[in-house]
């Protein structure tokens, strides 16, 4: 092996700019220069958004990182640190990071209407409250994106028709445009602006209730659209007084009071306004799990489902896996590469394509299985079918992976084991039961207990396939299929609004059941090994 002097040159004198104690090779230098220029032009980018919006800690970690990532990388010392630094900083990123979010967020009521401070929500509700009044603004209205006309952020191309002047109107505020900014019709109607695309009639009504719902503040209240040609500034109608830390209506002189404990405006009624904020509830999510009696009981019942669907897909596929390794384990058996090709075929399929593949064999009308076998069987409409159907589905899809390592378990087993108990007298079956699974447990054990870890948070194998269903009349959150991952993805992301606070304290609930299994299966796994 070459010296770091050779390779430096004579002397220990630099060759191509490099030390013998620094890099050797010229082209990984320019990679090294490379990478730390794109790692702070990152930095630098990242930098800008924290500033603007005063997140000093925030920004203090990212310089923390980035010095730390050229004191690492441009030093020829702390060599194990360069291979172990990268794979940290992403172990943090993606998994410490989300994991402490979801724990903050568990303690929150951050949700679809609790999303944003305080003053977002008095300004939301401001602004849902405005009305044209007599003697309001008038504008020619023309409706912009920013970007793609279908998924662009929209803005208002206005024109006051007794000023001839032309504004951008976005939800950050009025913007005077020039006229080489804008090119406008005989009306004075803008119909270009610099860095926007102008909606057709059919792509702004396709996007109407976006528009609708677009509000443009002003000093004196804020623009609403009126159709799509026209647009009005109203005056608010519920206004928030600091005073009393309450939003009155000026025209029913009704009052809603701020409730720092729920995150929202309520009278003395008990009723709030529809727009709320985050707020800290503590443990409350995680108590309504626990005694609140709808979410209680939808609770109790999935987590019961949720075990039975795990621990059966586990114990079904372990158990067909096992006896079809065994039943091709035989060395006399012809044919036992063709055989275990064949079997592991699903194995090899794109896993969502084959679970909706099966959910189509399932449909009540033109379904195989019911076409194939004469039935009339509505599999989702029960909750006992529905349940027998993804436990197929699933015994389907994971006994060949069960079969794979069960085949390599067998052949690792030493066959003078079993010759020896057969010489001894032992039966075939007490000698699998008494030496042959005993081992097998010991090498399986562990991916037994993850693959249970796994079926306990399938989303897949239930999403795709039940969508949870049969739901009962009274409650559509919680269907007879669910586990607890895709109860907690509809409580999250689901039609009835989103609860991303109590969704993520059921994410803790989870977490927390599944470590607690797999603890106790390891310990048993390492009393296996004791034993034997």
């Known amino acids: 092996m070459a010296h770091p002097e050779d390779l430096a040159g004579g002397g220990g004198r630099p060759r191509f700019g490099l030390t013998a104690s620094g890099t050797v090779s010229p082209v990984g230098l320019i990679a090294k220069i490379l990478v730390l220029g794109v790692v702070a032009a990152i930095a630098v980018w990242g930098a800008f958004p924290l500033i603007d919006q005063e997140r000093w800690l925030l920004l203090a970690i990212l310089v923390a990182v980035t010095v730390l990532l050229f004191a690492v990388y441009l030093s020829p010392r702390h060599i194990p640190l360069k291979y172990l630094l990268p794979g940290t900083l992403f172990l943090i990123v993606f998994q410490i990071v989300p994991v402490i979010y979801t724990i903050t967020t568990a303690f929150t009521n951050f949700g679809d209407a609790h999303r944003g401070s305080k003053q977002d929500a008095v300004t939301a509700v401001q602004a849902a409250s405005v009305r044209q009044v007599p003697g309001s603004a008038q504008y020619l209205l023309t409706v912009a994106a920013d970007g793609d006309p279908a998924t662009g952020e929209l803005a208002f191309l206005l024109t006051d028709p007794a000023t001839g002047r032309s504004f951008l109107g976005t939800p950050d505020g009025l913007e005077d445009l020039s006229d080489d900014e804008v090119t406008r019709a005989a009306n004075g109607r803008v119909t270009a602006a610099e860095g926007y695309t102008v909606l057709t009639v059919a792509q702004a ?60 405006f309520v009278d003395a009624e008990g009723n709030n306004l529809a727009q709320g904020w985050k707020v800290n509830v503590g443990l409350r999510n995680f108590a309504d799990v626990l005694t609140d009696p709808v979410i209680r009981g939808s609770f109790l019942s999935i987590l019961l489902w949720n075990f039975a669907f795990a621990f059966g897909v586990v114990g079904l596929t372990f158990a067909l896996g096992l006896l079809v390794a065994m039943a091709l384990n035989s060395p006399d058996l012809r044919g036992q590469r063709i055989y275990r090709s064949l079997i592991i075929l699903p194995y090899a399929m794109p896993a969502v394509a084959m679970l909706l593949v099966w959910r189509d064999m399932f449909n009540t009308d033109f379904g195989l299985i019911n076409r194939l076998f004469g039935l009339d069987v509505n599999w989702f409409g029960d909750a006992w079918t529905a349940r027998f159907a993804v436990l197929l589905v699933q015994l389907w899809l994971g006994y060949n992976y069960m079969f794979l390592v069960s085949t390599g378990a067998l052949q690792a087993i030493p066959k003078e084991l079993t010759e020896a108990a057969s010489v001894d007298g032992a039966t075939p079956a007490y000698a699998f039961r008494a030496i042959t699974f005993p081992l097998l447990l010991v090498a399986l054990a562990p991916l037994l207990i993850s693959s249970f870890a796994f079926n306990f948070n399938n989303f897949s194998a239930i999403y795709l396939v039940s969508e949870g269903n049969p739901f009962p009349p009274d409650n559509p959150q919680a269907g007879a299929t669910d586990i607890l991952i895709t109860y907690t993805y509809r409580l999250a992301f689901g039609g009835a609004g989103a609860e991303y606070g109590f969704a993520a304290a059921v994410s803790i609930f989870i977490f927390l059941i599944v470590a607690v299994v797999s603890i106790l299966g390891f310990r048993r796994t390492h009393a296996l090994e004791e034993i034997n």
């Open 205 to 264: 009504g396709a996007r109407s209730a976006a528009v609708s719902g677009l509000s443009v503040p002003t000093d004196s209240g804020a623009i609403k659209a009126q159709g799509l040609s026209r647009a009005f500034e109203g005056s608010p109608q519920q206004a928030y007084d600091a005073g009393c830390d309450c939003v009155r209506d000026a025209t029913t002189g009704r009052t809603w009071t701020a409730d720092d404990s729920v995150g929202y």
